[in-house]
């Protein structure tokens, strides 16, 4: 999916802070919950997830139609319960909508 700036859909970047010895579990948390649970959810456009060099955090761009949907997935029992599991794995966790305000390409 390419980002553009007149998407009428929401943007939400989570940041996950762990050690490098739980990197790999929340990791393979978050996949599990995509793959399982998020990317069936209405409203889900895509997301990437990425790990820094130094395996300490996790961050993930989403997008969704609208900030609803976005809402309402993390409140359905399934999620509340892994998001609990994933935020116990954590030192800091937190998710935050954005409007996408510009964007760049190359040539």
């Not at 935020?87 to 305000?101: D, I, K, L, S, T």
Request: hydrophobic share 40%; proline share 4%; aromatic share 8%.
């Amino acid at each position: 999916m390419k980002i553009t700036c007149d998407n009428n859909g929401q943007t939400v970047i989570s940041t996950f802070e762990m050690t490098p010895g739980t990197c790999t579990d929340v990791l393979e948390a978050l996949q599990d919950a995509y793959d399982r649970v998020i990317r069936h959810q209405p409203g889900f456009r895509a997301v990437a997830i990425h790990v820094n060099d130094a395996q300490t955090r996790i961050a993930t761009y989403s997008q969704w139609r609208a900030r609803e949907d976005f809402q309402a997935m993390l409140r359905t029992p399934e999620m509340r319960e892994r998001n609990r599991a994933i935020a116990g794995m954590c030192a800091r966790f937190e998710p935050v909508m954005y409007e996408v305000a510009a964007t760049y390409a190359a040539d």
